[in-house]
């Protein structure tokens, strides 16, 4: 059996894949200790001189090969043109772009170094696998370096539309890198037509579509697949956990200190394509258009900040801070807190604990791959009383969660009616909304994502 390597920008820290771990680094790792193989990337260290290697360490038929980046190539490859160029850009938020042509050298240049580490460590029938957007011109740098092995690519993160990745300055590079992978596959359906549409109307590309199986691609002298696969996560595990957690400290206090209110709830990285401000405009909107509703319920927003070196992360910071201080000043009382908005991250049983006790899951990015909170909010619920999903329509995983009470982000007037709606909704809708996604998630979960993918990238 060939064996796997996975190559992503950090390398998730699990030893034996135990449940702290989220679904994707536990789903791939499950892949790895079957087949054998190697996890690649960063170390997650910023250090002040080249490191001296990769370092090694051996879990059962699993090498984790991590290594540090020094201050410049962190600051261009992965501050500057992967999280202040390119994360904008395929959010659909040109406007937040910030381009600079020596971070976009440094990019490149970062990922010729990382190949060249990787190479020595690959046999001719090695399968790899490289993850998302940090790492587009990896499979350009592996080849010039003489590696043939199949090469494949899966982009966490939306596709954005032609008109949009034209304003990456350099957008045609790039394409031409992701079209040195043997396979892309991208979350949804919709990002793959967005690819399809810039290699044909920008690239001067040729594309042939089969039924059910991944298109095919001829562009810039290459011939590869690309298709849709939307990742998902392990049901019955979240399940699980969140009924072990039940009882649990934390779940307790929410429980205590709620006195019977209605419990809406949100978890994000701290990031503007996740929706924060309109999401809490909308939750100020449902007291104003129905004023029993104030202390009734309360929004629990989880939110741990990231890339708090990027500009537009510490002004989201700040609008967000602002904007939840407003709200609660209008409308808190002596024992009652609107909204509860907490930087912490909980470990993974905490937080399905928390979804089970939810009465909304509250999940509205302007732009989102796929989101697997919403995902993970489903599964974590008691199937015999289930919470209500509100879901945007710009997240990936509206496509299959549509049974969610689906809402568009910007409309602060029409989230603020799903609320109202979610939080009303009777027993046996609700039953019956939760009964059908939790079977799609079931159906379509992480090791089906995985092996779909791999499956595509090994046949010839
Ligand atoms: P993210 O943008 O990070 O992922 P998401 O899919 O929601 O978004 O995944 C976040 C994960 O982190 C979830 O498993 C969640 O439970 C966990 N998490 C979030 N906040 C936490 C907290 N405070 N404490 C503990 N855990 C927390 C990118 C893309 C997505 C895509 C995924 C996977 O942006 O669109 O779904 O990759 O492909």
Redesign the pocket.
Known sequence: MSRLIIVSNRVAPISEGGPAA???AVGVYDALKETGGVWFGWSGEVLSTPPDGITLEEHGPVTFATIGLVRRDYDQYYRGFSNATLWPAFHYRPDLIEFDRHEYDGYCRVNHWLAARLAPLLRPDDVIWVHDYHLIPFAQALRALGVENRIGFFL??PFPASQILLSVPRHRELVEALCAFDLLGF?TEPDVRAFCDYIETEAGGALTRHAKAPVEIRAFGQTLKAAAYP?GVYPDEVRALAKDGEGGRDVQIVKETLHQRKLVMS???L?YSKGLVERFRAFERLFEHDPQQRNNVSLLQ???PTRTDVDAYRDIRQQLEAESGRINGRYAELDWTPIRYIH?????PV?AALFREAHVGLVTPLR??????AK?YVSAQNPEDPGVLVLSQF??AARELTAALIVNPLDIDGMADALATALAMPLDERRARHQEMYALLRDNNVSVWRDNFLRDLKAR
């Open positions: 989220g679904g994707l966490h993160i979350q990742i978890v994000d990285r990031d989880i939110a741990p912490r991250q909980y470990e993974r937080l989102d791959g796929m989101n697997l909170v993970e997240a990936g």
